[in-house]
Structure formats: C-alpha cells, structure tokens
C-alpha cells in the first residue's frame, strides 16, 4: 500500500502546499530564507565583547523583531537585502560557540569544555567533521523536487540506536573530513548551485555541530531553504539558536515511552524531550514533517501513543509513517537480545499503523 506522490506532483496536492507553504515560497526564490532574513537585524551591543548573559538577553530581544519582520515579508530580490553587521545571526554563532564551553547542546547536558578537546556522550569535541555531501533522492517527496535534497552528514550522535543503518558515521565520529564555518559555507553554496532544492543537515546528528553550521550560514549568501534532519534531542537552549534560521524541520520520533528508547538508544528522559521539541517547533510556527520509523512489535508501545501525541499537538505537521525498518548494527549481532526487532515490518504491520494515522486524522498520505 503506498500513498506517496511523486516530486513532480506533490506541490499540486493543496494540504502540501498549505502545511509547507514557507518552504515551498523560499525554495522557488519567492521569499528569502530565515538566514537571511536574521542578517538584516542589528544587534545593539557588540557581540564579541558582551558576556553569555547579555548575549542571551539581546537574543531574546531580536527574537521578537524577527518575527515581526518575518510577517512583512511577501515578496523580495536578494540584492535588496542589507546586511548588517554585528547581525542576529552572528550572535546567534558568538552564542554557539561559547556555549561549547560548557556544552548544552543536547539534553544530556554534559557541561564539558569542548574548545580544550574534552568530549561528550556524542564524542565530539569543538572539531566538527562531514562524512559526505550530495544531492539525495531518497528524502519525501517534497524535499527533492527534481534535482535533490542538499544533503550533509556530519559525524557523531548522542544516541546509541541498537539497529543504527549509519552506525559507520554516527558511532566513529573521527570517520568524516573535518570542516569550518569556511569550508561549510563552500560545500553549502556547491550543493545550491548544483540545483538541489535545500540544505539538509543531518548525520549522525547535526546537533553536536551547531555552532559550525551557524558559522557557516554566516559566510554563506545564497537563498536557499535550511533543513534540519534530526532526533530531536536537542536542549531548549540548542533550539533557541535554530527556530529563526530553519525553514523546514525533518524531526525523527522513535519510541512512545523511555523504556523502548532507554533499552534501544541508550537515551534518558526521551518522550518527555522530544514531545517537549516537537512541541516548540510546531508552535512557533514551523513546517514540520515527523518521521516515525515502525518497529516491528512495537505498535502497542511505541507507534500508538506516538501519533496520538501528534494527532493532539502538531496538527499542521505532514507525517511520514516509514516502514523500510531492517536490523542492522548490534540486531545482527545480537538477535536473541533483540529478538522483538530481528526482523523487517510486515505489511499487515504497515497497513495497522496506517488505518490507525486515518482514525487519527494524521496526514501522511502525501509523504509516507
């Protein structure tokens, strides 16, 4: 049973263009993308000399002037764009950065000193490096248009998912080509004048490596719509420093309970965090499409209360219910340990999982 439209034909789907309008203007270069729009407002005090604190007070402050100047806009040429200096979204990158001093990004809260080379739980210190670059055909339908997702891997990951089909890049975090702000921004503006239809962060985790893709979007000029592929594990603070430049967010949710996420990914607190994430983003207001991988056997604990939760919170979210689960890494390893998810998905599986988003009144036809 498949629903998915094709790239050619999911922009005439009218709930497609009203669920991702935002993105479906900035990626035909009808309206500037989030970045650009956080150059044009000034920051009053001087970025690189001010304290966290007052770093953090004046982002509250522009926080408030973007989204009014986000609501004036309709229509635009890139060259009419000032930007200035001493710019949102250079402290967003100032904050960034001295946040790695004490490291929050995610929501184990490690509080190591990643500038002296110290690591966390995504082993990860201020080094970020990428895998791989590429124009991706593989993404929802309305991601790749005709020439592609803009897709960049970068190493590392705070989960330690058992069945992990990017164990080689999210586990061995040294594994990848290490990259500055510079380097990004010249991979980034090589993916746009490629064609692709969007930049996608993604890994492992972009989340580790928010300060160089803010660095990066620093250095970069070119209009095109920034995705964020992600587990959604990120801490309030890490989100704080993403909702004003991300144009179209791809968050992942995996389990309906910590039990299933603490025995599968090894990660705490997961329901309570990414219900929270999911929440923001939703509601600030963002385009969203969810992901939620089935688990084979995990209707009951995982798959149900999940899209009830979206059913209820993220009513303006498209959902891609997948079913391309395969045991990988440790499953295969182990498969009497985890002998609930040593296989693929059933169709009778799928077709439950999509009969129960129907009575829900989810849309996922359109992307899943």
């Known amino acids: 049973m498949l629903f998915k439209l094709t790239p050619l034909s999911v922009w005439s789907d009218n709930k497609v263009r009203e669920k991702l309008g935002w993105y479906y203007d900035v990626m035909r270069e009808k309206k500037p993308a989030k970045y650009l729009i956080c ?32 609501m004036q806009v309709e229509s635009f040429k890139l060259s009419q764009l000032s930007c ?28 190591v000193n990643r500038l ?12 970020t490096r990428v895998s791989s670059w590429f124009r ?21 990951c705070m989960f330690r998912c058992v069945f992990c089909q990017n164990w080689e890049i999210s586990q061995y ?11 990004l921004a010249n991979i980034m503006k090589d993916l746009y004048e490629q064609g692709a239809h969007n930049i996608n962060f993604v890994g492992g985790e972009p989340t580790p490596n928010i300060h160089t893709i803010l660095e990066g979007m620093v250095y970069l000029d070119v209009n095109i719509p920034m995705l964020w592929n992600s587990d959604m594990y990120a801490s309030e603070e890490a989100l704080n420093l993403l909702l004003d430049v991300i144009d179209i967010w791809l968050p992942d949710f995996k389990y309906g309970n ?10 705490p607190r997961y329901f309570a965090t990414v219900s929270r994430n999911h929440k923001i983003v939703h509601d600030n207001p963002s385009n969203m499409i969810i992901r939620h991988l089935l688990l084979p056997n995990h209707f ?12 209820k919170n993220c009513k303006n979210a498209l959902v891609n219910i997948m079913g391309q689960y395969r045991p990988d890494y440790r499953v295969i390893k182990n498969p009497k340990i985890y002998s609930d998810i040593s296989r693929g998905i059933y169709q009778e599986e799928l077709e439950q ?4 988003a129907e009575k829900l009144g989810i849309l996922y036809k359109q992307v899943s």
Do not use: M
């Open 300 to 311: 009951e604990c995982c798959t149900k209360p999940v899209l009830e939760w979206i059913s």
């Open 136 to 156: 991706h055909f593989g993404e929802e339908a309305p991601l790749i248009n005709t020439n592609g997702s803009g897709t960049i891997f970068f190493t590392g």
């Open 353 to 356: 999982a999509f009969d129960f």
């Open 116 to 127: 002296e080379g110290k690591v966390g739980v995504c082993r990860l210190d201020k080094t």
């Open 84 to 111: 200035e200096k001493n710019n949102y979204l250079e402290l967003k990158s100032e904050i960034a950065h001295r946040c790695l001093e004490k490291c929050n990004f995610c929501e184990w809260k490690c509080d």
């Open 258 to 267: 910590d039990n299933c996420a603490r025995r599968l990914s090894n990660i």
């Open 39 to 70: 150059k044009t407002i000034p920051s009053k005090i001087d970025i690189k000399t001010s304290s966290l604190e007052d770093l953090w007070i004046e982002h509250h402050r522009l926080a408030k002037l973007f989204k009014s100047q986000l």
């Open 173 to 183: 975090p040294l594994a990848g080509e290490v990259v500055d702000g510079t380097k």
